[in-house]
């Protein structure tokens, strides 16, 4: 089993940075993909970024492109979600969660076995 804790949310104004950590234990995180999903009030969660194993594979939601930057510590078993130039309507509680299942990277939330709860960012405009 893996549990994953996120942190790092908080609240910003629309232009400013945060960075979001998702710490895991119980087991390492190295062969696993990770991603990063999020869900606003009322909305469908939806894909944001994701990594593969090593690193060498990254994809990202459309509407992140160029302003957040997915990256993992296989070391300190820690995926992070840096993102810049914030806007309102990235406004949602954002989600770690893992994909041990050695697949190529995916955006789909359902491949995703393990799930951090959360942690809330809101941009203010």
């Known amino acids: 089993q893996v549990q994953l804790v996120e942190s790092g949310g908080g609240l910003v104004q629309a232009g400013g940075s945060l960075r979001l950590f998702c710490a895991a234990s119980?087991?390492?995180?190295?062969?696993?993909?990770m991603g990063w999903f999020r869900q606003a009030p009322g909305k469908e969660r939806e894909f944001v970024a994701a990594?593969?194993?090593?690193?060498?594979?990254?994809y990202y939601a459309d509407s992140v492109k160029g302003r957040f930057t997915i990256s993992r510590d296989n070391a300190k078993n820690t995926v992070y979600l840096q993102m810049n130039s914030l806007k309102p309507e990235d406004t949602a509680v954002y989600y770690c969660?893992?994909?041990?299942?050695?697949?190529?990277?995916?955006?789909?939330?359902?491949?995703?076995?393990?799930w951090g709860q959360g942690t809330q960012v809101t941009v203010s405009s």
């Open positions: 990594i593969s194993s090593t690193g060498g594979r990254i």
């Open positions: 969660a893992a994909d041990p299942s050695l697949g190529p990277i995916t955006s789909r939330s359902t491949d995703y076995d393990y």
């Open positions: 119980g087991r390492t995180i190295s062969r696993s993909a």
